[in-house]
């Protein structure tokens, strides 16, 4: 009785996978159906599963908007200082002093509301608590791509809490 109980748990635990395993098995799968020649996939390195928390600008609406404000607010203040600058190296004749001062002002107060924005987004990082959202892990591998050249990459795949899918890839650029 003792022996099947033996052999009934050394089953039960020795058929568990690792962690690192079921990341690399999804992974393979992934490959698959991505690369332009899976024959040719050779792994040269895959890190260990680290913690993957959601990010506190990109995984809520809030801030996702955020940030896009604060991408729209630059651009702005960006757009505007350029017009400025070019309108200053007209000739003297052709500038407008009220057309400038006008332009100087607009431009101070977007650059006030990008202050702001960066302040509020500092605010929110610091008082944000990390939420577990799954897993990430980085590989690096060769592969042919479509010209038929095997070349070497190096990609942090996104990987659900459970581990039963990747949620992201990201190629890393070295």
Same mark, same amino acid.
């Given at each position: 009785?003792?022996?099947?109980?033996?052999?009934?748990?050394?089953?039960?635990? =020795?058929?568990?996978?690792?962690?690192?395993?079921?990341?690399?098995?999804? #992974?393979?799968? $992934?490959?698959?159906?991505?690369?332009?020649?899976?024959?040719? $996939?050779?792994?040269?390195?895959?890190?260990?599963?680290?913690?993957?928390?959601?990010?506190?600008?990109?995984?809520?609406?809030? =801030?996702?908007? /955020?940030?896009?404000?604060? /991408?729209?607010? @630059?651009?702005?203040?960006?757009?505007?200082?350029?017009?400025?600058?070019? $309108?200053?190296?007209?000739? #003297?004749?052709?500038?407008?002093?009220?057309?400038?001062?006008?332009?100087?002002?607009?431009?101070?107060?977007?650059?006030? @509301?990008?202050?702001?924005?960066?302040?509020?987004?500092?605010?929110?990082?610091?008082?944000?608590?990390?939420?577990? @959202?799954?897993?990430?892990?980085?590989?690096?591998?060769?592969?042919?791509? =479509?010209?038929?050249?095997?070349?070497?990459?190096?990609?942090?795949?996104?990987?659900?809490?459970?581990?039963?899918?990747?949620?992201?890839?990201?190629?890393?650029?070295?």
């Amino acid at each position: 009785m003792k022996k099947i109980l033996f052999i009934g748990l050394f089953f039960l635990f =020795g058929c568990t996978f690792t962690k690192q395993q079921k990341a690399e098995k999804l #992974i393979k799968e $992934y490959m698959k159906h991505h690369l332009n020649d899976y024959d040719s $996939y050779q792994v040269v390195n895959t890190e260990k599963p680290d913690t993957a928390y959601k990010d506190y600008l990109v995984d809520d609406s809030t =801030g996702k908007s /955020l940030f896009s404000l604060l /991408l729209a607010q @630059k651009g702005l203040v960006n757009l505007e200082d350029s017009l400025l600058t070019a $309108y200053e190296d007209k000739p #003297i004749d052709l500038q407008s002093e009220p057309y400038i001062t006008m332009s100087e002002k607009r431009l101070n107060k977007n650059k006030e @509301k990008l202050d702001g924005l960066v302040s509020l987004i500092k605010e929110r990082k610091d008082s944000y608590k990390k939420i577990f @959202k799954g897993w990430s892990i980085t590989q690096s591998y060769r592969a042919k791509n =479509g010209f038929g050249a095997l070349v070497l990459h190096t990609e942090i795949f996104q990987i659900d809490s459970a581990f039963t899918q990747i949620t992201d890839v990201e190629e890393v650029n070295k």
